[in-house]
């Protein structure tokens, strides 16, 4: 959460027009939802829960940095798989990068359209998909060895 604080505060006067709010709206709500999951840890589902914020919140914030040539921001995107992997295993490690494809295409699409720096290209969706979903499994396999018994 302070990285999230960090990063907008790094970026200010950086931003297009509109974005620096919708930045720091985005961060503010971050921050919101990640207090009511701490409070409401332990109660069931707060594990999932917690995942779909951080796919949301990671997603959001590679479209909204997309706006910069050369930024690396949607390697954010493997955090959550990584995450899933090792609260929910291979399963949530195969089926996370998938959740991902939106917010790529975007991104690809900002950077490909609307900065016009090269056409649109499906690879540079694909391949960042591609490294999620091994960087997934392994972890996700790690884990399942980790719980069998004898291992």
Do not use: K
Request: aromatic content about 8%; proline content about 6%; overall charge neutral.
């Amino acid at each position: 959460m302070p990285l999230v604080v960090f990063e907008v505060a790094v970026e200010r006067g950086n931003y297009p027009p509109g974005d620096e709010r919708l930045a720091w709206l985005l961060a503010a709500a971050f921050a919101a939802a990640a207090l009511s999951l701490l409070l409401l840890r332990g109660r069931g589902r707060s594990a999932a829960a917690g995942l779909v914020l951080d796919v949301i919140v990671a997603s959001a914030f590679v479209a909204l940095y997309s706006f910069e040539a050369g930024t690396t921001a949607r390697h954010v995107l493997v955090l959550p798989v990584v995450e899933g992997a090792f609260l929910f295993g291979l399963r949530a490690g195969a089926l996370v990068p998938l959740a991902s494809l939106p917010a790529l295409a975007f991104f690809e699409w900002r950077q490909a359209e609307r900065l016009d720096l090269h056409p649109f290209d499906v690879g540079h969706v694909l391949g960042p998909a591609g490294i999620q979903l091994a960087v997934g499994i392994v972890v996700g396999a790690l884990v399942a060895r980790l719980e069998r018994p004898g291992v």
